[in-house]
T-cell receptor, first 109, second 112 residues
Framework: GQNIDQPTEMTATEGAIVQINCTYQ??????LFWYQQHAGEAPTFLSYNVLDGLEEKGRFSSFLSRSKGYSYLLLKELQMKDSASYLC??????????WGAGTKLIIKP | DAGITQSPRYKITETGRQVTLMCHQTWSHSYMFWYRQDLGHGLRLIYYSAAADITDKGEVPDGYVVSRSKTENFPLTLESATRSQTSVYFC???????????FGPGTRLTVL
């Protein structure tokens, strides 16, 4: 079966750095997406990786290793507004997104 | 405003009733999707559509019906609602199937 694993919850301190990991086993691979979802709101797109390596976008970076079935989202200079759930999703061979259950990130002052 | 909208935002209904959730997008995206989101689960695909009059089942289609007579609209109907269909429903759209999906604000549905 297809599976996306990510930690259920993480806690970090304002101003610090946090890394959210995602491992996957899917039928084929056509890219990996990270979304941010604030409580009670819709998921919003953060990043996309299809080739191995690091993609940097401001305070957020996303890394992919296809051989290891692994990705991480790195958030720097954490702000209180970064408190949210972070969703990892892999596009499989049928071009459908398979979603992880999400990681709830709690930022403490 | 341009974008993707859903209505209603909140709905309470009773077991056995028919309910239709609406989704409308103004980007002229070809692809539209319906997901449900439940605690402890990732988003699960119910149905998707590649274009007007083309729809296909996702992971959890049972108990749901969709139609797409116009590119911009993609309604989801629960023909006879059950308590297990209590969930938050998100509609999304994408230019092509490999593209980033953009989500509507969601409909929180409670079936009593």
């Amino acid at each position: 079966g297809q599976n996306i694993d990510q930690p259920t919850e993480m806690t970090a301190t304002e101003g610090a750095i946090v890394q959210i990991n995602c491992t996957y086993q899917t039928s084929g691979f056509n890219g990996l997406f990270w979304y941010q979802q604030h409580a009670g709101e819709a998921p919003t797109f953060l990043s996309y990786n299809v080739l191995d390596g690091l993609e940097e976008k401001g305070r957020f970076s996303s890394f992919l290793s296809r051989s290891k079935g692994y990705s991480y989202l790195l958030l720097k200079e954490l702000q209180m507004k970064d408190s949210a759930s972070y969703l990892c999703a892999v596009m499989d061979s049928n071009y459908q997104l398979i979603w992880g259950a999400g990681t709830k990130l709690i930022i403490k002052p | 405003d341009a974008g993707i909208t859903q209505s209603p935002r909140y709905k309470i209904t009773e077991t056995g009733r028919q309910v239709t959730l609406m989704c409308h997008q103004t980007w002229s995206h070809s692809y539209m999707f319906w997901y449900r989101q439940d605690l402890g689960h990732g988003l699960r695909l119910i149905y998707y559509s590649a274009a007007a009059d083309i729809t296909d089942k996702g992971e959890v289609p049972d108990g749901y019906v969709v139609s797409r007579s116009k590119t911009e609209n993609f309604p989801l109907t629960l023909e006879s609602a059950t308590r297990s269909q209590t969930s938050v429903y998100f509609c999304a759209s994408a230019m092509v199937e490999t593209d980033t999906q953009y989500f509507g604000p969601g409909t929180r549905l409670t079936v009593l």
